[in-house]
């Protein structure tokens, strides 16, 4: 039968081998900390994570706005929301993320919008530029508008994960039913991944 | 002016249609005139890491308080405002994730898959408790696991189930756990996760079905004490086979057993291990048999589970998103408003040959195979197990906590009438 120091050893191995393999992070061969490298953008090897948290995040190059984010999140309304990248926005008038593509008089009518809840505020510039901008509270994550602004328009809508709202599941809901494979565990220093924006994230707000 | 613009989009969009590649600047950036400052995307960072820390030595510290009330202090009133604070912490505050239960799931796909690295605070919840346990006994069971902690704060009208009762159904946390780690290793899902039936009433925010499984524990709770820990923990497994081993464990007694039967009724878990008093001693040959049956018993079934697991590693690999992917690629569902599902979809535009997605999910189901002899034989070994446990009979005197089943709630320390101070008086005269 086991004893109780075979049970303790075999503990204590486990434990070793999992904090090694974390602290030392991915197989860089640089061999140097993340945060000194150049490279660290564009490498997606594991970083050394024993005392960074991860965090759930979605990639927008990955997505094919399905509409399951919405559907799947424990949390209701879904943390996954459409976050607004002004830098990359062109302002059109025709905006191909808040007008339905088939209206018939193109107007600013309820039924002329993209967004079931209405999310989506529209306000006027100067000539022939509008703003739009997302009531956030108001979002449910459904990915029409950010389907039609990746087919029509610059692909400024892109759907995220809110950190004020994830609760940051041991496995996410969401990313096991995503059909493009989209979600994974990123840094919770780098929580974002956005395409087009070069701002680092702002404090809590 | 709108007009070359206009012509100049066109223009462009005819030269770009081409490329798929994703948030391509169709409208260029505009120039404003008016002094209009474009707002910022407003980025909400995730809660502080500190918080990781802290849960860290909340853990120590509760399993080091609760140990010593357990053990030292034998106070059952201290030990329920602990459960309570536990409550509290682990489940309202910290909404129960990650928890010790789930941390199975987190060191299991640490250990099989090399790309997922596991933060320390998964690894403490693991290791402390079981480090705790093999000690003094399932103090983490008895007033720091949110879960044991709710449910005993319904267990109003505990009634006795009886030994086959409990023997059986005794067996599904063992399946539970297999199921989990088989799901963990393979990288499909996180079943405890899924399947656990308090994490809504933490969040306040529940689907229907675990709104009503969590309901149902709860309600059968007040008849059937601790139902989660006795018949569905996985984790209750790990702490019940270490427990066994802990030398310090709590007695009912603080003393000798002086067999006067008032701690009888006293445990709601059926865990107080009666005295065996055998009138007819068993005979050499009687044992024998029984040893010899055990010894054949235990690989049969092992290898009889080993061999229904193998022929069911189809049905349970079905769950996992690759083998979902090739067998949609094979027969394509079409629905009505959809030509093709999201899958085949997300496939097509990643650019993936056919060849891939089949290779990925042959290799998955490979490892569904395997794993499927490992799980059945694992369940073959706990049922025979669990038949030689009744076979064999231990002879007792004394009422003894079952090591492995006590969750160490001091409940029963204050039926025995046998107290230390009284003791050192008698002695003392």
């Known amino acids: 039968m086991l004893c109780r120091g075979t049970i303790l050893t075999g503990l204590a191995a486990t434990t070793g081998i999992l904090v090694y393999r974390s602290a030392k992070g991915g197989n860089c061969s640089l061999g140097s900390s993340c945060s000194n490298c150049s490279k660290s953008d564009s490498c997606d090897l594991p970083e050394a994570s024993l005392f960074r948290q991860t965090v759930w995040q979605l990639d927008p190059t990955k997505c094919i706005q399905c509409g399951r984010c919405a559907e799947n999140c424990v949390m209701t309304p879904s943390a996954v929301k459409v976050v607004h990248v002004y830098a990359m926005c062109g302002y059109c008038d025709l905006c191909g993320g808040y007008l339905k593509p088939d209206t018939k008089n193109i107007s600013t009518a309820a039924e002329n919008q993209l967004c079931p809840t209405s999310a989506i505020k529209r306000k006027f510039v100067e000539d022939p530029f509008y703003q739009y901008t997302i009531d956030e509270p108001l979002c449910i994550g459904c990915a029409k508008c950010v389907k039609g602004c990746d087919a029509f328009g610059n692909g400024s809508l892109q759907l995220q994960v809110r950190h004020d709202r994830c609760v940051n599941c041991n496995e996410c809901a969401i990313a096991r039913d995503c059909p493009a494979d989209a979600f994974s565990r990123v840094p919770a220093n780098k929580p974002y991944l956005l395409q087009g924006i070069e701002a680092k994230p702002e404090e809590k707000v | ?429």
């Open chain 2, 1 to 429: 002016m709108k007009k070359t613009l206009a012509l100049v989009i066109l223009v462009f969009l005819f030269a770009v249609q081409f490329m798929n590649s994703y948030g391509i600047q169709r409208f260029p950036k505009p120039e404003f005139e008016s002094g209009y400052v474009q707002p910022e995307t407003l980025l909400p960072n995730p809660g502080a890491e500190i918080l990781a820390i802290m849960d860290i030595a909340v853990l120590i510290i509760s399993l080091s308080v609760v140990s010593w009330l357990v053990i030292k202090k034998r106070n059952r009133n201290a030990v329920f405002w602990m459960s309570v604070f536990a409550l509290a912490y682990f489940g309202f505050y910290r909404e129960g994730c990650v928890c010790s239960i789930g941390s199975i799931q987190n060191v299991t796909l640490a250990i099989f898959d090399t790309s997922y690295l596991i933060p320390l605070s998964a690894i403490i919840f693991f290791v402390a408790p079981l480090v705790y346990t093999a000690f003094f006994g399932r103090t983490f069971c008895a007033a720091v696991c949110p879960f044991g902690a709710i449910q005993d704060l319904v267990a109003w009208s505990p009634q006795k189930l009886g030994s086959r009762l409990n023997a059986v159904l005794g067996v599904i946390p063992y399946i539970y756990l297999g199921l989990a780690v088989l799901y963990a290793a393979t990288g499909t899902d996180f079943i405890i996760c899924r399947y656990d039936p308090f994490v809504g009433i933490w969040r306040f925010n529940a689907s229907f079905g675990m709104f009503v499984f969590g309901g149902i524990l709860l309600i059968v709770g007040i008849f059937i004490a601790r139902p989660y820990c006795r018949f569905l923990c996985p984790y209750g497994v790990l702490l019940n086979w270490v427990s066994r081993f802990s030398r310090k464990h709590i007695t009912i007694t603080p003393a000798e057993c002086i067999q006067c039967r008032l701690c009888e009724n006293s445990c709601p878990y059926d865990a107080i291990d009666m005295p065996v008093t055998t009138k007819n001693p068993e005979d050499k040959g009687t044992m024998a048999r029984k040893l010899i049956f055990i010894t054949f018993l235990i690989p049969i079934l092992m290898l009889l589970g080993g061999w229904i697991g193998s022929k069911l590693h189809e049905p349970l690999a079905g769950v996992n998103a690759k083998v979902r992917l090739a067998k949609q690629i094979l027969n394509p569902v079409t629905e009505k408003n959809q030509p093709e599902t999201f899958e085949i979809e997300a496939f097509k535009s990643q650019g993936k040959q056919q060849n891939q997605a089949f290779t990925e999910a042959s290799v998955v189901l490979h490892n569904f195979y395997i794993g499927g002899w490992i799980l059945g034989g694992f369940i073959g070994l706990v049922f025979g197990g669990l038949i030689a446990g009744r076979l064999m009979t231990k002879h007792r005197t004394d009422y003894t906590p079952n090591k492995g089943t006590c969750l160490s709630c001091v409940r029963c320390v204050d039926y025995c009438p046998v107290k230390l101070p009284v003791i050192a008086k008698i002695e003392s005269l």
